[in-house]
Each structure stands twice: as structure tokens, then as C-alpha cells.
């Protein structure tokens, strides 16, 4: 019984060791030139946002989104990035979890996304309703639930 139960735990342990380093591996690759020039486009824009108007929890996620994301990266990439929707900036901010070093944590992750969602329906407006608006049904009806939710968090304040 022990035995079965030793190389259970063993392979489990192989298998998540594994698989941490397929996502480390995954998070390093090089970017294809395309992805390089669309990065590049967007870190020419601004490096900053105006959030003096935003309410106070999103001007301290705005904080916290700061910090963490120039960690790895400039701030003008997400600001200036072509993502508006709840589900890509989920997507992204995912992404930028698994990236070594970059020391979000949950917590972190969704004061960041909910920082980048409510950014996205006041200054990227136009975006956030092109975007929509070519979404399926299911998305967009997501992202409008999801968009309520932030507002109504963060516009009490």
C-alpha cells in the first residue's frame, strides 16, 4: 500500500515539475516578427494614464498595475493594447502570472484586471464598443455582466 501510494506522489511530483518547466519555457519563447511590431507599436504611445478622475479603489488598482507590469515590461504596452474586452485582459493578465519573476499574485491579478476592465469602458471607449460589437452573443453578454460588476464595485466609491 505504501509503495503504490510512494510512486503515486512521485509521479505527481514529475508531473508537475514537468510542467512548470513546459510553462516557464512556454512564457521565454521568442516573438515572431509580427507580434515584435504590434508590441513595438504599442509601447510608443503613452506611458501613463490620467486615473485623477477614476474612483479611489481604481486609482489604487491603477497602483498596484504600476508597479507589477513594469516589472517585466513598459507601461505603454497594455495601456496602448488593441484589448478591451474582460476576456482579453483575463487572458493577459494570465499570461503575464506565469512569466518568471513577475511576482503577481492573485490578489494582485485582480486588482490589475479589474483596473484594465473598468480603463477600457472610460478611456477606450470606442475600442471597448468596436470590440463588442463584433463579439458573439455569449461574449458580449460576459463582458457587459463583467463590466456591470467592476462599475458597480468601484462607482459606490
Known amino acids: 500500500m505504501k509503495s503504490k501510494r510512494l510512486r503515486a506522489l512521485l509521479l505527481c511530483a514529475a508531473t508537475l515539475a514537468l510542467t512548470r ?7 521565454d519563447e521568442p516573438l515572431d516578427e ?10 510608443q504611445g503613452p506611458v501613463t494614464i490620467d486615473v485623477s478622475k477614476y474612483p479611489p479603489g481604481i486609482q489604487e488598482n491603477y497602483e498596484v498595475f504600476s508597479a507589477k507590469c513594469t516589472q517585466c515590461h513598459k507601461l505603454s504596452r497594455p495601456i496602448n493594447s488593441n ?6 485582459w483575463e487572458r493577459y493578465i494570465k499570461r503575464m502570472m506565469r512569466k518568471p519573476g513577475s511576482g503577481i499574485n492573485k ?10 476592465v473598468y480603463d477600457s469602458v472610460v478611456r477606450k471607449k470606442a475600442l471597448y464598443d468596436e470590440t463588442l460589437a ?9 463582458a457587459e455582466d463583467k463590466v456591470k460588476e467592476i462599475r458597480e464595485k468601484y462607482d459606490k466609491e
Open 134 to 142: 463584433k463579439a458573439s452573443p455569449d461574449e458580449k453578454k460576459a
Open 34 to 43: 509580427e507580434t515584435k511590431a504590434r508590441i513595438a507599436k504599442f509601447e
Open 83 to 88: 484589448y478591451a474586452l474582460p476576456a482579453e
Open 21 to 27: 518547466g513546459y510553462w516557464a519555457r512556454a512564457a
Open 107 to 116: 490578489d494582485e491579478a485582480k486588482k490589475i484586471f479589474d483596473f484594465l
